[in-house]
């Protein structure tokens, strides 16, 4: 059974960091995307930041590029994401992803992703 356990949200002041955890077990974590989602309310899930755990090669959205970094620690089958320079914007529920899985598919950066975290909440005031 695959399962994707984030930490790391919270409130923050606009310009501030935070910096998400994604740790996955029961998934074959090598040699995939994983990657970060955010939806805000009334607003659809969009794709945020995306890593393959086989080489690093890592994909963002325009709106994050230059702030947010992603990066894992295969020895640990963590993703990490590194937000900074956060804005209002930002606020938003952020849900890990995995590629595959039979649940509720969102396509993002030519991939598919259908494992998901329960989602850790991310407010930024100004």
């Known amino acids: 059974q695959v399962q994707l356990v984030e930490s790391g949200g919270g409130s923050v002041q606009a310009g501030g960091s935070l910096r998400l955890s994604c740790a996955a077990s029961?998934?074959?974590?090598?040699?995939?995307?994983m990657g970060w989602f955010r939806q805000a309310p009334g607003k659809a899930r969009e794709g945020v930041a995306i890593i393959y755990t086989g080489g690093g090669s890592a994909y963002y959205a325009d709106s994050v590029k230059g702030r947010f970094t992603i990066s894992q620690d295969n020895a640990k089958n963590t993703v990490y994401l590194q937000m900074n320079s956060l804005k209002p914007e930002d606020t938003a529920m952020y849900y890990c992803?995995?590629?595959?899985?039979?649940?509720?598919?969102?396509?993002?950066?030519?991939?598919?992703?259908?494992?998901w975290g329960q989602g850790t909440q991310v407010t930024v005031f100004s």
């Open positions: 029961g998934y074959t974590y090598s040699s995939n995307y």
């Open positions: 992803a995995a590629e595959g899985g039979p649940g509720d598919l969102r396509h993002f950066g030519g991939h598919v992703f259908g494992y």
